[in-house]
């Protein structure tokens, strides 16, 4: 069974600190990672993506893999109360099947 | 683009009900996905088509739960009979095809069987 663990949370920041969100995965074959953020009662929208092992930066956003430790993180710097939502980690192996995990809930405070 | 299409957004109905739900991908993407969100069990696939051939069909929960894409423009998830159980929100989701891929996401159907 390929599984995605995250914590559940919730992760309570103030506003302008970095928040930091973790995942790890069971499958060592997962080639693909991808972070999705979801506003409460709305649709995941894809937020970044990462295929090698290290860190990618996106604006605020910055994804790292470490394969050898089935680890994906992504760090949000000076967040802002509109980061607030779930955060959810997928990985995809061989075929386009992503596994989610459940999902960190992430509040950012004024 | 208007996106990827589900109807309807709400459903309520009685247990034993079929109960369809509908989605229409966007234009020119190649794979559609069907996802059951719950509190309980996160973000499920229940089932994927590629160039409107079902692929993977693991996650059907049983055989109450059917899809079909009769086309390139439309896909059905059908559930007979519904259970109080299946109450969730259903996602339908596309991408062009191929891995690596980003799935974009349909508003979703929240379904609920009383």
């Known amino acids: 069974q390929k599984e995605v663990e995250q914590n559940s949370g919730p992760l309570s920041v103030p506003e302008g600190a970095i928040a930091s969100l973790n995942c790890t995965y069971s499958?060592?074959?997962?080639?693909?990672f991808f972070w999705y953020r979801q506003y409460s009662g709305k649709s995941p929208e894809l937020i970044m993506f990462?295929?090698?092992?290290g860190d990618k930066e996106d604006g605020r956003f910055t994804a790292q893999l470490n394969k050898a430790s089935q680890y994906v993180s992504l760090l949000i710097r000076d967040s802002q109360p509109s980061d607030s939502a779930t955060y959810l980690c997928?990985?995809?192996?061989?075929?386009?099947?992503?596994?989610f995990g459940k999902g960190t809930k992430l509040t950012v405070n004024p | 683009d208007a996106g990827v299409i589900q109807s309807p957004r709400h459903e309520v109905t009685e247990m034993g009900q079929e109960v369809t739900l509908r989605c229409k991908p966007i234009?020119?993407?190649?794979?559609l996905f069907w996802y059951r969100q719950t509190m309980m069990r996160g973000l499920e696939l229940l089932i994927y088509?590629?160039?409107?051939?079902?692929?993977?069909d693991s996650g059907m929960p049983e055989d109450r739960f059917s899809a079909k894409m009769p086309n390139a423009s439309f896909s059905t998830l059908k559930i007979q009979p519904s259970e109080p159980r299946d109450s969730a929100v259903y996602f339908c989701?596309?991408?062009?095809?191929?891995?690596?891929?980003?799935?974009?996401f349909g508003p979703g159907t929240r379904l609920t069987v009383l």
């Open positions: 997928a990985t995809q192996g061989g075929s386009e099947k992503l596994v």
């Open positions: 499958d060592r074959g997962s080639q693909s």
């Open positions: 990462i295929y090698s092992n």
């Open positions: 234009s020119g993407h190649n794979s």
């Open positions: 088509f590629n160039n409107n051939v079902p692929i993977d």
């Open positions: 989701a596309t991408d062009r095809g191929t891995v690596g891929n980003e799935q974009f």
